[in-house]
């Protein structure tokens, strides 16, 4: 185990079986000398640190589980649900030259279901990785704390984080075993690459609807030479494809906020232009996307590490659209008199 190679100290002493549910008789007998030695925990005395298994009254059918813990079992049986649930998400991000912004509603729709208005669709992995999800729910959750404890358990081995290149293959390499099966995974890791030594981890909360560039900021946009520095936006879906680009929607609102993206990202936008592009394009996504809606959660991702946008509701995204669309009827009417009377 990880902990193992770091404390150079056998703290897991092969309590488990050999084989992950064996008869747990014969093994309680080869490790009977071993229990009389074990650790006792300061606070209860008597209480041995290390636990064993449990014996199984069925524990046959499960001699013959795969060893790797990313592979799927063989004798996994698949429970067919009573009615299909389609799912819908509008996740979306891309590259600027003030660093990475990643946005995403905040709607679990299952079928035609509210399943929860309110949940968290982009999760941060370190100071300087963030994550967006689309997909089922239960499995985007648990291979995003799959990704974060191997990415914790590198950075105690080697002293150092690992890339956002390698962190996508790795987690490419771990979903690939899946593919064809019944999970349903896409996810778009956002963030940046530091240099070599450099240890800054500060996690920042902006609960202003805008903000200017601070003087980090400024400099965060000098990107270095290096092509391994700076900002890197990578999608990785659950049949272990793995592709690299500057602007990625995943999602049933994806063609939305496409269309809206397209049109007018730039790489020379402001911090405040790219924020508004981003909300606005979820917006647009939401509105005609039956499956996506309620709020729109937004993260920055610089050379300083990530930062998060306080939490907005569509709603007030949809008032300020319809006030843009009256100053400009309103202009076109005033220009209309005017040619009318000139």
Known sequence: MALEDICDTPLHRKCFPASHFEDT??????YSAELRGLKKSGRDSGIPLQFFLPSLPNSAPFNHRSTSPFSPSKHSVTVRRPFPLSHGTTTLGFIFQGGV??????????????ACPAVHKITPIHSH?????????ADCM????????????????????????????LLSFML??????DVCVALTLCGWDKEAGNTDSSFITDNSSSAGFSSQDVSAMAYPSSPNRGPKLIYVCSDGARLQGDVFSVGSGSPYAYGVLDGRLRWNLSKEEAVSLAREAVFRATHRDA??????????????GWSRRKR???????????????????????????????
């Open 176 to 181: 690939h075993p899946f593919k064809g099966t």
């Open 142 to 169: 648990l291979w995003e704390r799959i990704l974060a404890r191997e990415i914790r358990l590198y950075e105690l081995r080697h002293r150092r984080c690992l890339s956002i290149c390698g962190t996508a293959k």
């Open 101 to 114: 912004i990643a946005a995403a509603d905040t709607r679990a729709s299952a079928g035609g279901l509210v």
């Open 25 to 30: 008789a014969t093994s309680f007998d080869c």
């Open 129 to 137: 990785l963030v994550v967006t999800s689309s997909g089922s729910g």
């Open 291 to 304: 499956y996506s809606g309620n709020n729109v959660d937004l993260f920055h991702i610089t050379a300083q």
């Open 312 to 342: 907005e509701e569509l709603k007030e995204e949809y008032y300020r659209d319809m006030e843009r669309r009256t100053k400009t009827v309103g202009e076109r009417k005033r220009e209309t008199v005017l040619d009318a009377l000139g």
